[in-house]
Structures are given as C-alpha cells and as structure tokens.
C-alpha cells in the first residue's frame, strides 16, 4: 500500500498553528484555535467525499441539487488532548457520530495504556477520522488504530497538528492502510519524547493542568 502522509500548507492553518506554538497563548485562546485547526483540516480531508443527484421541489421549480451520498463518518479522539478537535470538526459534520479512546502515555517507559474505548456501534460501515494533536513516538495513535480496528472499523483516516518522522514510520509500519493528516512534520523528539519544538504537552495546554 502507497505510503500517504498529507501536510496542510493552508495560509490560515499554519498561521493559528503558530499562535498555538507560543508558549505565551493561554488554554480559552489554546482551546479555541486548537477547534478551528481542526475545523479547517477537516474542510480540506472531506474535499473528496462522493455526491449524488437528487431531484427537490424549490418554491419555484423541480431541480437537481447535490447530496452527500458515501459512507456515514465517525470521530475518534483520542483522550485527552483529542477531545480539542471534536467540536470543530463537529461544527462542519454535525451528524457525525463520536467514539472515544482513553489512552495515556506512560512518562517512564512511553507505553500507552488504554483506559477507556466506547465507539459507535457500526464503527465497520462508518469512515473513522482518528484525532489527536501530537503524533510523537507514535505508540498512542498505534495502540488507539489497534483498539479502533479490533472493534470493527476499517476505514480509517489519522488527523493531527503536528507530527515528527518517528510517528509517522510508526504508524505507516503498523498501520499501512491509514492515511496520515498532519499540519507540521516537526524535525524530532526531546530527550523526554516531546516534539521539538511542538507545543507542549497538549492535553495540559487544554485543560491547563499544568
Ligand atoms: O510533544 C508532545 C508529545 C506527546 N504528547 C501526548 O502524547 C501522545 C502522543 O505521544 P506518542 O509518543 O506518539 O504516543 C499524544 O496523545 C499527546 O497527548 C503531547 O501532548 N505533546
Ligand atoms: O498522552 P498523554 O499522557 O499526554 O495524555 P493526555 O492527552 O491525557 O494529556
Ligand atoms: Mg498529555
């Protein structure tokens, strides 16, 4: 399977990506633009979703008009920091339904460990977009593909804000049927697994735990 990683070069993605870098941009302003990068990346991964005709009274006249007409879509963040996406992807696919991932990643040995996993119960017939700010080592987005696909689901997409080459190698080895969305390829990790230069630890940033 071809390898497929995407990068956003989008004026305003990279420009709200850069505000949400400083170290200065409190959690109200993290949150807000951490929902409207994924409310445009998800404007730009939906550009190919199949229409069909369908024939509607207008007050004036019968017309053809445009229907979206492919598989139901699904979102999965996974917890905690995937959760700031959600709603921004929510406000352009309301009808989407929301399967959640609790993982955490083990500051010692970097293991992810699985909490909690509720997914919709057709997750097989949806298209899943798996979201989480920071695909790092790569071993939560690993473990949360393998938790999403030993529930059913089969047609799945990985969004996040940044990533760096290790995760990206991760999932492709892993995962090689899920297309990888990123905003940024940051050029690595810091002695403590963190992408240098990144943000952060993004769920903190969100909830401002730290
Ligand atoms: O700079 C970072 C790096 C990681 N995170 C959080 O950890 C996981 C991803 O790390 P992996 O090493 O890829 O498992 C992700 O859920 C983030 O919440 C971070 O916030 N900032
Ligand atoms: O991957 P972590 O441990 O950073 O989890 P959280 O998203 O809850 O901060
Ligand atoms: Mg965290």
Known sequence: MEKHVHV???PLIQHKLGIIREESTGPKEFRELVNEIAKLMAY???????????????PVA???VKR???????????MRAGLGMVDGILSLIPVAKV?????YRDPETLEAIEYYA???EDAGERELIVVDP?????????AALTAIKKRGAKNIKFLCLISVKEGIDRIHQDHPDVPIYTGAIDPGLNEKSYIDPGFGDAGDR???TK
């Open 8 to 10: 956003f070069h989008h």
């Open 44 to 58: 730009e991964i939906t550009l190919d979703l199949p229409l069909t005709d369908v024939t509607v009274q207008t």
């Open 62 to 64: 019968k017309t053809t």
């Open 68 to 78: 979206l007409s492919g598989k139901k879509l699904g979102i999965v963040p996974i």
């Open 99 to 103: 399967g959640h991932i609790g993982l």
């Open 118 to 120: 509720k997914l919709p």
């Open 134 to 142: 920071m695909l790092a080592t790569g071993g939560s987005a690993s």
């Open 206 to 208: 969100l909830f401002g």
